[in-house]
C-alpha cells in the first residue's frame, strides 16, 4: 500500500492542465498586501457588508428604493443577484464606487448555467455528448454575452454526482460519474473564467452544491444524504477537487445535510478539506436562505445562532437571508466569534473582487458590437445539441428519406419554451427554432403535417387524438416529439413516477396502430422510462432538453445528415422504483446475476421459503438497467477486438497502456464513444465493480480501423481506506476497453509494490 497526498491523477491531467492556464491567473492576482490594507481600513459594519449577497427579482419594476441604494453607500452590501436591468447595475455599481467610504466595488451574479440568451443542452445533454470542449464553448458563449449585459460571478457549474433520475436537479449535473463530472466541470469553469479572470468576458464561477446534494434520499429535492466519509471523497467531492484545482472562483454550499449537518454550516467540508487540505483561497457562498434553513435542519435555535454556525464553519459569504448583516457584530461582541474569522471571511470576498479587476475596473466592459445570439453562437449551440443527442433504439427506421411526408405530433414539436429545459432565466422562446420549425424549412411546409395531439406534456385528455391521428393517416411516416416540460426537472422538480408525464403514452401506442414508422424523439431533464411503450416504436432518439437550436440539431439527425453520437452520462432505469442506480456500485455478497434469476412469474405456486433466485436483484424488474452508463447506438456499427497490455504487472508509480483495436463495420461514418474502466477486484473497503477512468470519442469512416490508447497512472487507482487515508494498494485489477459500462474487451493487470 502506498499512501498518497494530493495526488495529480491523470484522469484529472486534463484540470491540472487547465490549472496551469487559471492559476497564473490567479496567482497573477494582486498581492494579499492590497487585500490586507483594504481590510484594515474597513469598520466591522463594512467588513459584514462584504460578507452580504442580496437579492433583487429580475421582474422587480419601478426604480431603485432609495433604501436600498442607502445600504449600498453605507457599505453595507458585497454583492447582488439578478439585477439584470443595466441601469440598475451600474447605478448600484457607481454608488459603491464613488459614495460609499471606501468605494469597494459590487459583485453581480446570475444563474448562467448552460446558456444566457443563446441556451446549449442542458448540463446533463452536455456531459452526453462525452465532449467537454462543448461545455467549454458553451461556458465561453455563456460569459461573453452575460457579460456584455454586467453579469460577472455566475452560480455554476453544477457539479453535484446524480445517481438518481426522479431528483429534478439531475438535469442540472453531469451524471453519475466522478471522473465525467470532473473532466466538464473543469472544462465549464475554463469556459466561463478563461485563463484571466481580469478579462472583461470572464465571469467568476462557482462550484456548486458543496457536497452531496445529488444523494439526497429518495431522489426527493432538499431532503437527506448520508454519506460515508469514504464514498464522500471518493466520489461527491472529486469534482469539486477538480474545480479547486482548476482555479475556480467561488464555491456554493448544498442545502441538504450530510450526516447530520447541514452543508452550509459544516466545518468538516468547508474548513477541514476546503481550507487545510486543498488549501483552497476562493470565496464560499450559502445557497439561497440556507444559513436560516439551518434552524428547520435543527441544526441552528434561531436566526442569530445560524449566522454563528455558518460563520464559525468558514462561510464567507450568505446568499438573501441576513443573519449576518443583523447579528454577526453581536456575537463577535460577546466572544462567540472572533474579529479573525470574520476578517477571514472578508479576505476571500476581497480576493475575488481584485481577481476580476473590478477595483480597477467595476463596470468592466463596454460593448461596441453585440454578439447576443450571433451566428456562431447559434452554430455552437447547434453543434452541442447534434453532439448530446443519444440514440436508444434503431429498427432501421432512421435515417428518414427526405422524400415523402412525415407527420410531426407531439407537445414538444413546437415547444419553443420548454426545449430550453430547466434553469433558463435569459433565453427567450423567439429565439428558438423548434422541430416542427427545421423540418419544415428542410422538407417544406407541404411535407410536414404538424399535430401537437397534446397542448402540453401533462395533459391528460385526449382532446387532441383524432386530429393527431388524422395527420398522422395522411403520412409516411410519423415522428413523436415527446417528453418533459422545463419545468418538470430542475430545482424542487423531483419525480417519483419518470415514465413520459401526461396520455403521451396512449397516444403513442394509438399512432402505432396505423402500422407507420414510428419515430420517438424526446425532450427531458432525466431519463424517461419507456417500458410500457419502447416495443411500440420503431426508434427512440433521445435528448436532454436541446436549448435554442433543438430544431435544426433534431433535423439533421433525424435525416441522417449526421449520425447520433450521444452516450448515456446516467444508467437509464426500466423504473423510477429502481433509482438510486448507478453503474460504480459495489458487488455485493450476492451478485446479482442472470443464470440464478427467477423472475415473479417462473416462482412455483405454493414454493417453500427457499433461496430460489436468491441474490441481489427485484422479482418484478430484474437487476439491469434498460440502458447502462455510457450505451448509445449510431448509423453505423463499430468492433472491438485485440485488446493489449504493455505489460501485466505494474510497480505502485508507475503506468500501464492498454489499447484495442476499434473498426467502424457499417456504411455509414459515425463516431464512437471509447470508454476505458478498470476495477479493483479486492481493497481495504470494497470497491466498485467498474470504474470510469478515461475515455477518447472517435470519429471513423465505414471500414476504417483505428487503435485506441489509453494510458492508466498508478496514482488513478487511488482510494480512501478504512482509516481515511488516500491510498493505492497493489492487488489484482480488471480493466475493460468498452462501448458502454455493461460490456466490452476485458484485460487483467497486477499492481506490486
Ligand atoms: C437556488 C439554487 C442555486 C442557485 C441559487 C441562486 O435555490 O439552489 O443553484 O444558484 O438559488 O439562484
Redesign the pocket.
Known amino acids: 500500500m502506498r499512501l498518497i497526498f494530493r495526488p495529480i491523477k491523470r484522469t484529472f491531467f486534463y484540470a491540472f492542465l487547465v490549472s496551469l492556464f487559471c492559476l497564473p491567473a490567479l496567482a497573477a492576482t494582486p498581492s494579499e498586501a492590497k487585500i490586507e490594507q483594504l481590510l484594515s481600513k474597513m469598520t466591522i459594519t463594512e467588513k459584514i457588508g462584504q460578507t452580504n449577497l442580496r437579492g433583487r427579482s429580475s421582474r422587480a419594476t419601478g426604480p431603485l428604493p432609495e433604501a436600498l441604494k442607502q445600504t449600498v453607500i453605507d457599505g453595507k452590501v458585497g454583492a447582488f443577484?439578478n439585477v439584470m436591468k443595466p441601469h440598475e447595475r451600474d447605478e448600484l455599481q457607481r454608488i459603491a464606487v464613488e459614495e460609499s467610504r471606501l468605494g469597494i466595488p459590487l459583485l453581480f451574479g446570475r444563474?448562467v448555467i448552460h446558456g444566457f440568451k443563446t441556451i446549449f443542452p442542458i448540463p446533463l445533454g452536455l456531459a452526453a455528448s462525452w465532449q467537454p470542449e462543448l461545455a467549454e464553448s458553451g461556458a465561453r458563449v455563456s460569459a461573453i454575452e452575460a457579460t456584455e449585459l454586467g453579469v460577472n460571478w455566475t452560480?455554476a457549474p453544477?457539479m453535484d454526482i446524480a445517481r438518481d433520475p426522479r431528483w429534478g436537479r439531475i438535469a442540472e449535473s453531469f451524471g453519475e460519474d466522478p471522473v465525467l463530472t470532473s473532466i466538464f466541470s473543469v472544462a465549464m469553469v475554463k469556459g466561463f473564467q478563461t485563463d484571466d479572470l481580469s478579462n472583461p468576458t470572464a465571469m467568476a464561477a462557482t462550484a456548486?452544491?458543496l457536497v452531496g446534494y445529488g444523494a439526497v434520499e429518495g431522489g426527493r429535492d432538499y431532503n437527506t444524504s448520508l454519506i460515508p466519509e469514504g464514498e464522500l471523497r471518493d466520489v461527491y467531492l472529486k469534482p469539486f477537487k477538480a474545480a479547486a484545482d482548476a482555479g475556480v472562483a467561488s464555491m456554493?454550499t448544498s442545502?441538504n445535510e450530510i450526516n447530520g449537518v447541514p452543508a452550509t454550516g459544516n466545518k468538516l467540508i468547508l474548513k477541514d478539506v476546503l481550507r487545510g487540505e486543498w488549501q483552497y483561497d476562493g470565496m464560499v457562498v450559502s445557497?439561497?436562505d440556507s444559513v436560516i434553513e439551518m434552524i428547520a435542519h435543527g441544526f441552528a435555535a434561531d436566526k442569530k445562532h445560524a449566522a454563528l454556525r455558518a460563520a464559525d464553519a468558514g462561510l464567507d459569504m450568505e446568499?438573501t437571508s441576513d443573519t449576518y448583516e443583523l447579528y454577526l457584530e453581536e456575537i463577535i461582541a460577546e466572544g462567540k466569534l472572533d474579529i479573525k474569522q470574520l476578517d477571514d471571511l472578508v479576505r476571500n470576498v476581497l480576493r475575488l473582487k481584485y481577481r476580476l479587476n473590478l477595483f480597477e475596473s467595476p463596470h468592466r466592459r463596454e460593448v461596441k458590437e453585440s454578439s447576443i445570439l450571433s451566428a456562431e453562437h447559434r452554430q455552437k449551440a447547434k453543434e452541442a445539441a447534434l453532439q448530446s443527442a443519444i440514440l436508444l433504439k434503431n429498427n432501421n427506421s432512421l435515417p428518414m428519406p427526405k422524400k415523402g411526408t412525415v407527420a410531426l405530433i407531439g407537445p414538444l414539436a413546437h415547444a419553443a419554451h420548454e426545449q430550453m429545459g430547466t434553469w433558463v432565466f435569459d433565453g427567450r422562446a423567439k429565439n428558438n427554432i423548434t422541430v416542427l420549425d427545421a423540418l419544415q424549412q428542410e422538407l417544406g411546409n407541404e411535407n410536414v403535417i404538424f399535430a401537437e395531439g397534446l397542448a402540453y406534456s401533462r395533459v391528460m385528455n385526449h382532446d387532441g387524438f383524432t386530429a393527431a391521428i388524422a395527420a398522422a393517416k395522411k403520412a409516411d411516416r410519423i415522428v413523436f416529439v415527446g417528453g418533459e416540460e422545463a419545468i418538470l426537472s430542475g430545482?424542487a422538480h423531483s419525480r417519483a413516477d419518470i415514465s413520459l408525464p401526461g396520455s403521451q403514452e396512449a397516444l403513442i401506442k394509438e399512432l402505432a396502430k396505423l402500422n407507420k414508422p414510428l419515430i420517438l424523439v424526446i425532450m427531458a431533464g432525466r431519463p424517461i422510462t419507456m417500458g410500457n411503450i419502447i416495443d411500440y416504436v420503431d426508434a427512440v432518439l433521445f435528448n436532454f432538453h436541446p436549448g435554442t437550436m433543438a430544431g435544426p440539431a433534431i433535423s439533421d439527425l433525424l435525416l441522417g445528415k449526421v449520425s447520433p453520437s450521444g452516450r448515456l452520462p446516467v444508467t437509464w432505469p426500466k423504473s423510477g422504483a429502481q433509482a438510486p442506480i448507478y453503474y460504480n456500485h459495489k458487488n455485493t455478497g450476492r451478485p446479482a446475476n442472470d443464470k440464478d434469476f427467477v423472475g415473479i412469474n417462473d416462482i412455483p405456486v405454493q414454493a417453500w421459503q427457499s433461496s430460489l433466485g436468491n441474490d441481489s436483484h427485484y422479482l418484478d424488474l430484474g437487476f439491469r438497467p434498460a440502458y447502462p452508463f455510457g450505451y448509445g447506438l449510431t448509423y453505423s456499427q463499430f468492433s472491438y477486438a485485440d485488446l493489449k497490455l504493455d505489460q501485466s504487472q505494474i510497480k505502485i508509480g508507475g503506468s500501464i497502456k492498454a489499447s484495442a483495436i476499434i473498426k467502424n463495420t457499417g456504411k455509414r461514418e459515425a463516431s464512437e464513444v471509447v470508454q476505458f474502466y478498470i476495477q479493483d477486484v479486492v481493497g481495504d473497503v470494497t470497491r466498485p465493480v467498474r470504474e470510469l477512468k478515461n475515455w477518447q470519442k472517435i470519429t471513423l469512416k465505414p471500414g476504417e480501423s483505428r487503435t485506441v490508447t489509453f494510458e492508466l497512472q498508478t496514482d488513478e487507482l487511488s482510494f480512501h481506506n478504512i482509516a481515511m487515508q488516500e491510498v493505492v494498494e497493489a492487488g489484482d485489477f480488471n480493466l475493460w476497453i468498452a462501448p458502454n459500462a455493461d460490456s466490452g474487451l476485458k484485460g487483467h493487470f497486477e499492481l506490486i509494490e
Do not use: V, Y
Request: no cysteine; net charge negative; charged share 35%.
Open positions: 443577484l444563474d452560480f453544477m456548486k452544491h456554493m442545502f445557497d439561497w446568499m430545482e
